[in-house]
Structures are given as structure tokens and as C-alpha cells.
């Protein structure tokens, strides 16, 4: 909950201060509404699956699929995309593999599958996502214009860290499942 709170007032902050140069020409409006909601949509999906279950909530799961939120609003806070050359790199690697970390906790929680179609979908999965979110960024900051000539010059560099903190998570996911089970 802490991390839900956390990203929502920085961004409210956003909302309400957009004169604010690290806050300027970035969305904040769409993402005052889309980061909570996309926040609490795999908690919920796991409430309304388990609903009728005893089992306790996965609520390290959960932080971890939170968090690159909070990384990413919090990078904008302290003006780090302007200010750190190599900050907005370090994000698409570390966001994608804190939130398929996450992800990959949740479809491994039963232990069914095997270890290495587990692995292959958390990073499948984070390859697909990480082209969800460039399109996203692409049709929020180039489409309409707001960034044009300075954001997507590393489109591909952007894929390829976020394929790669997917494909670490699902590496570090399969790890613990092995040690688990041994």
C-alpha cells in the first residue's frame, strides 16, 4: 500500500505542478489515472481468482510488480531522466525485470508448469511488454508531438534492456524455483 500512496502523490504533485520543468510536456494526467489503476490490476485479478481460497496474498509479488512505478515517478521527481545521462536506461532494465520478477513469482506460485516453460513465458513476457510500453510512449510523446526530435532515439536500446531485465527475472525466478525444490 505504502508503494501505491508513495506513486500516487508524487504524481498528483505532478498534476498539480506542472510548471515544474521535470514535470513538463510528460503525461501526468494520463498517468495520475493509468499507473494506479495498472498498480492494482494484478492484485485484483489474484483477489477475484483466489477469493474463495485460504491462500495468503503474495504481497512481495505484488510490491514487486508496484515498484517500477514508483521507480519511474520517482526518477521524474528528482529529475533524474534530464539530469542522469544513463538513468533512463537503467530503468527499462530495472523496471522490466522488477515487475517480470513479480509477475513470474505469481505464475510459478503453484509449481505446475515446467521450470523451463515458466522461464521461456516470464521472458516472453517481458519482451512483450517492453513493446507494449514503447508504443505506448511512441503514441503519447511522438504521435501527438510533444517530444518529437528528442525521445526515441533509443527505441531499440529501450526493447533490448527491457528484454533483458525480463529475461534475468525469468533466470533468477527458474534459479529459486531449483533451489526450492532441491
Not at 521527481?77 to 544513463?86: A, E, G, I
Not at 537503467?90 to 506460485?109: E, K, V
Not at 505506448?136 to 526515441?152: D, H, K, P, V
Request: net charge neutral; glycine share 8%; charged share 15%.
Amino acid at each position: 500500500m505504502a508503494i501505491l500512496v508513495a506513486t500516487t502523490a508524487q504524481l498528483a504533485l505532478a498534476v498539480l505542478a506542472p510548471h515544474l520543468p521535470q514535470f513538463s510536456g510528460k503525461a501526468f494526467g494520463a498517468r495520475l489515472v493509468a499507473y494506479p489503476l495498472l498498480m492494482c490490476l494484478v492484485p485484483a485479478i489474484w483477489f477475484c481468482r483466489h477469493r474463495r481460497s485460504p491462500a495468503p496474498a503474495p504481497w512481495p509479488a505484488f510490491a514487486l510488480v508496484m515498484l517500477p512505478f514508483l521507480v519511474d515517478v520517482s526518477g521524474n521527481t528528482l529529475d533524474l531522466y534530464d539530469r542522469v545521462l544513463w538513468f533512463d536506461d537503467l530503468c527499462h532494465f530495472l523496471n522490466w525485470f522488477l515487475l517480470l520478477s513479480g509477475l513470474g513469482l505469481l505464475l510459478d506460485a503453484e509449481r505446475r508448469a515446467p521450470r523451463g516453460l515458466v522461464a521461456l513465458a516470464i521472458a516472453g513476457a517481458g519482451a512483450l511488454l517492453a513493446i507494449v510500453w514503447e508504443v505506448g510512449e511512441w503514441a503519447t510523446f511522438i504521435r501527438f508531438g510533444t517530444e518529437l526530435g528528442t525521445a526515441y532515439t533509443d527505441t531499440l536500446g529501450d526493447l533490448a534492456l527491457g528484454t533483458l531485465g525480463g529475461c534475468l527475472a525469468a533466470a533468477l525466478v527458474s534459479l529459486r524455483r531449483a533451489n526450492r525444490t532441491s
